[in-house]
């Protein structure tokens, strides 16, 4: 490191670079030609949601029994993915709008692509619920709207009504802070954009921005105010998801553990996808200064603290279960650890327990193949924790003669294939059309960690006025 | 009304700080600063009051909140009673979570809006840029050229001492 420099902390964007040259390096993304990777990536992304969207119509149009359901199993595969990609996207929000409560700098570098992600998982889950529906096209039945039936209105005491607000809001406000935050950087390439159809678009999308400082003050305000109300949505998203379990009086679900069990899991899940993108993205686009071993190190510890509550949660359900006297309640978590879906259950500790533990050791977060696959396991890992909590909850209720098993049929398979295409085709064609990294705010943390005395004496001390001020690192 | 203007540009956040400081104690007044990004604490150096925005969130929220709270009990209570569970017409604590998600959404949704309103942003809008670069790297202090003895080249000299790169004066619409 240069002299002169702090060190008190590390910088978190390497390279010495000064705002020109990040936007250099972000917009140069989008001015050069799609690599072959990307076409492969987002030609076999779109078949894959070809297929799934071929599934989807082929189930709306034969009716609901295309699926393995049964009379004793009849909630499984749908709420599953359902959960599972609301859980991925909390990451984009606690990203955004936590780590910038606790003023965690680091996550200037990663905002924009979580937040993006966070947008495509909500959209991704609630394709489930409309399928559910059986017929999609009557959804708007879930909303209090006033109409010809008297007029009948929704049960507002139903967790089920609770969640079509919460999914709805957490949607509309996830977008709005994206976009907000997208204003002054689709400033920045509309007056970097040579005239033509680009300049037209970011002029009509940058909403007229031209960084006036009275604008920043109120635009600064409305962010933080964002941040503070999408703090406790997003826990309050997944705490409503969690009553869709918990209100009911079925053994497994039927506990007050629920919200912060499945706030943490989301948490946990999410930031393993977003790391899982951001290590592909930083390779594949160059982006290994913005994107630095302190930003996986740190996404890596949070991973660990939450794949710990998660594992903590398990263990108290155990005891809560023993404990509580109830001969049903003792059996769904016998029958969950020992009975036919035991092999969902030890594949969902082994993901979830065993191996984010394996993040207590520098050198294994410091080993980006390890961390890439580790984050790949913790997401296979939470997706079997919604599948266990769910079906074993179900399939051997309080009659024995009632008793089933559930399978997947090809036709859910295939849906949940599709949403996993749908995913990566919108964030390909995020990565391709808009800036992966928030350069406004990047510019902002570039003296984060360099020393301000050091570069002030070098600039005073440099040549006549009107020259550029030479940045310590630049002379060592 | 035309308004005369000075306008000099900056490189580094720190001059522009420092710089919008300097201005503010040689008693002059200033009309804007331009800037790629936000730079903390720059609005106290140029003195811009902070914004109240937060009002307008708060009253936002408050109206989601009680208009979510009063829709749900005339629905369930007034309009259209349904025996759910044996559960009271006005079941207060099962109205909390969807009074919850629309104060959240009329205070974020309305704030963003109002942002855009008091701000003049609009889809389409052109922007109206003092100096090319200001959205990339540039820091634009535009000072309000007041009266007769406001001088121009001491405003210059003070300027340059923060590194100016660029200065000029203006007649502004």
Known sequence: MAEGSSNLRTPLILGDKKPKQVSDDICGILDRKPTRMWYIAFLASLLVLGIGTAATVYQVMTGIGTWGLNKTVGWAFDITNFVFWIGIGHAGTLISAILFLFRQKWRTSVNRAAEAMTIIAVMCAAIFPLIHMGRPWLAFWALPYPNMRGPLWVNFRSPLVWDIFAISTYFIISAVFWYVGLIPDLATIRDRAKPGMRKKIMAFFSFGWNGSYRTWVRYEVVYLLLAALATPLVVSVHTIVSMDFATSVIPGWHTTIFPPYFVAGAVFSGFAMVLMLMLIARKVMALEDYFTMTHVDAMCKIILVTGSVVGLAYLTEFVTAAYSGSVYEQFVFMNRAFGPYAWAYWIMVSCNVISPQMMWFKKVRSNLYFVFILTIIVNIGMWFERFVIIVSSLHRDYLPSSWADYTPTIIELLTLAGTFGLFFTLFLLFCRFLPVIAMGEVKGVLSYGRSKKARVFVAQANEPMGVTPVLEGEKA | ?173
């Open chain 2, 1 to 173: 009304m035309s308004q005369r203007v000075f306008l000099s540009i900056f490189e580094c956040e720190d001059d522009i700080m420092d710089a919008a400081r300097a201005v503010r104690e040689e008693g002059l007044s200033i009309v804007d600063i331009y800037a790629p990004y936000a730079v903390h604490g720059l609005e106290k150096a140029a003195g811009f009051a902070p914004s109240r925005l937060p009002w307008a969130t708060f009253f936002l929220g408050l109206s989601g909140a009680t208009f979510m709270l009063w829709l749900m009990f005339w629905t369930s209570a007034v309009s259209w009673p349904l025996n759910v569970g044996g559960k009271p017409w006005n079941s207060l604590p099962a109205f909390l979570p969807i009074t919850f998600e629309l104060m959240v959404l009329v205070a974020g949704v309305g704030s963003v809006i109002t942002l855009f309103i008091v701000s003049g942003l609009r889809p389409g809008k052109e922007a109206i840029m003092p100096y090319p670069g200001v959205t990339d790297d540039k820091f634009a202090l535009i000072i309000e050229e007041t009266d007769a003895t406001f001088d121009p080249e001491a405003v210059r000299l003070l300027c340059e001492k923060y590194n100016a790169i660029h200065t000029e004066e203006r007649e502004e619409k």
